[in-house]
């Protein structure tokens, strides 16, 4: 387990700030499933937790997407954002903040940032040349242009020069190297940081931070030159220490920055992994602990996203399926940091198999034992030993239900969402191989009371601490399942004991928890 000292600093999760250029897709779903995921866990464990997200609301994508709506820009994305806000209502995410980059603090500390940089000789002001598409009003360079055209539209550009103002990032290339290879945690996974460190071979360039008011004017105003707006990521990326006040309130900043994970997909990872940790060196601020990029969701080979237009709709899914199983698909069915090929199909599969079969089975049949022979209410345990081979199989799982703990720590330390699941669906499994294994039905037939009440007890406590252990994955129907059993809201690690079920205890009998889906 790590060793911050979790009573002084809340544990700072970050996801992407989306564009509001389009509606959210499972693409954003997924990222704001692992962060709350993430944030559950902690807050099971005891932790505070700051949980940060938002919308990225300046640039050309987004000025672009507003006039072809015929609006303003701000009247634009003003109705673009409850969206977001709606889908991770609907999405049960608990976040702490949400910042929207058009935010009259966020612009301000920006400002500062750059004013900051100027005095400290980290920017400069110099000409650019580049090529630009008209049709697609973007700037390229001369590497990124594909036969001498638009790489995106394919058509002819012009050569243009422009004053803009640089970044010093190259003078920070050793160090990063350096840093990375000294912070085998910093980029996560391995993969990822060895593509970063491969892209540091070739040298680095300085980073063009602003856009002529002539070309672009929906961003945040340069402090210094009124002709040219802030570039939109230069803006974006310092939400992660404007959200929790820096240089506005330094002590709540000191509280709460540096951030343990930003959590991003692949496609952004060089902006998190190379501008974004050269900035804070810049301006002389900690380094976040982790930047985890994830892998993509694509359909047909293809990414998901919203330029394909092969989107899904997130509330669409939670409306045929529920949030929980959403999640448990979106968790379980690929490894953090790789791609996973979406399929609706499989999703049905995994909610029939593993969540009605495997869960809402074992639920339906331990009650329904408990309350064909004791009327639903916990028997009371004979201290004396009971049949041998009864015995073992009690033992057995509960060992394995109480080694969930240890288990989950660790494979969410590294984090591994899919083995935490995995790990507690090796408990599901055995709890209904133990039914089968002891066969409480004809426990009942021979009399023989003290090994039933002994079976049914066991199974319930290791469904209880199942469930307890499922919170930060499936929150609705894990807290379902413990309302059968009269635990609390959000059960904690410390009340991960065994034997709290005490005899007399009536269970509730649920409903259906996984109704199947044809
Ligand atoms: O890049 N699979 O915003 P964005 C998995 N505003 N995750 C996906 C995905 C997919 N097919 N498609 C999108 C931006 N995502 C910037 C970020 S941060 C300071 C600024 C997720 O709206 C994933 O997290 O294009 C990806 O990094 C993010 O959405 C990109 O969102």
Redesign the pocket.
């Known amino acids: 387990m790590d060793t911050r000292v979790s009573l002084m600093k809340p544990y700072y999760i970050t996801?992407?700030?989306?564009?509001v250029?389009a509606r959210p897709?499972?693409?954003?779903a997924?990222?704001n499933i692992l962060c709350d995921t993430f944030a559950r866990w902690r807050k099971f464990l005891g932790e505070e937790v700051f949980f940060l997200t938002g919308t990225?609301e300046h640039g050309t994508k987004i000025d672009r997407a507003a006039r072809e709506q015929g609006m303003d820009p701000k009247t634009y994305v003003d109705q673009m954002v409850p969206q977001f806000q709606e889908l991770w209502r609907v999405l049960g995410i608990e976040y702490d903040f949400f910042i929207r980059t058009t935010d009259e603090e966020h612009k301000k500390i920006v400002q500062q940032v750059l004013k900051t940089l100027e005095a400290k000789s980290e920017i400069y002001r110099s000409s650019y040349k580049g090529w630009y598409c008209t049709p697609c009003e973007s700037f390229w360079t001369k590497l990124q242009l594909v036969n001498s055209k638009c790489p995106d539209c394919k058509r002819d550009v012009q050569e243009l020069g422009e004053e803009n103002y640089f970044f010093k990032l190259s003078k920070y290339q050793q160090w990063l190297i350096q840093y990375l290879n000294e912070h085998p945690e910093f980029v996560q996974p391995e993969i990822r940081k060895n593509e970063i460190l491969g892209f540091l071979r070739e040298p680095l360039e300085d980073l063009c931070i602003t856009r002529p008011r002539s070309r672009l004017a929906w961003g945040i105003d340069y402090p210094t030159s009124k002709d040219h707006v802030v570039y939109?990521?230069f803006d974006?990326?310092i939400?992660?220490v404007s959200a929790v006040k820096y240089g506005v309130d330094e002590k709540k900043f000191k509280s709460i920055w540096p951030a343990d994970v930003h959590?991003?997909?692949?496609?952004?990872l060089r902006?998190?992994a190379v501008y974004w940790p050269i900035m804070l060196k810049a301006c002389g601020i900690e380094m976040p602990r982790t930047v985890m990029a994830?892998?993509?969701?694509?359909m047909e080979g293809s990414?998901?996203?919203?330029s394909r237009g092969n989107v899904v709709d997130p509330a669409d899914l939670v409306k045929r399926y529920g949030t929980d199983a959403l999640r448990y698909y979106f968790l379980h069915e690929t490894r953090l940091g790789m791609d996973g090929a979406y399929s609706e199909d499989l999703l049905i599969e995994r909610f029939n198999s593993d969540l009605a079969n495997d869960l809402g089975n074992l639920v339906f049949r331990a009650t329904s034992m408990l309350e064909r022979y004791f009327s639903l209410k916990i028997p009371v345990l004979s201290i004396k030993k009971q049949d041998d081979e009864i015995d073992r199989q009690c033992t057995s799982l509960r060992e394995q239900s109480l080694s969930l703990l240890k288990l989950i720590s660790e494979t969410m330390e590294r984090f591994e969402p899919q083995g935490a699941i995995d790990a507690i669906w090796a408990v599901i499994r055995s709890g209904n191989r133990f039914v089968e294994q002891t066969k409480p039905w004809v426990l009942a037939k021979e009399k023989k009371m003290d090994s039933l009440s002994l079976v049914l007890t066991t199974l319930l406590e290791s469904i209880r601490l199942t469930s307890m252990m499922l919170t930060p994955f499936l929150p609705v129907s894990s807290q379902k399942i413990l309302d059968l059993f009269g635990v609390g809201q959000r059960p904690q690690a410390r009340d991960f004991k065994w034997g709290s079920l005490t005899p007399g205890f009536c269970v509730k009998k649920g409903e259906p928890l996984f109704p199947k889906v044809e």
């Open positions: 996801t992407p700030l989306y564009y250029n897709h499972i693409g954003h997924y990222t990225d939109v990521w974006a990326l939400n992660y959590m991003v997909g692949k496609d952004i902006q998190h994830h892998g993509w969701w694509t990414k998901v996203s919203k």
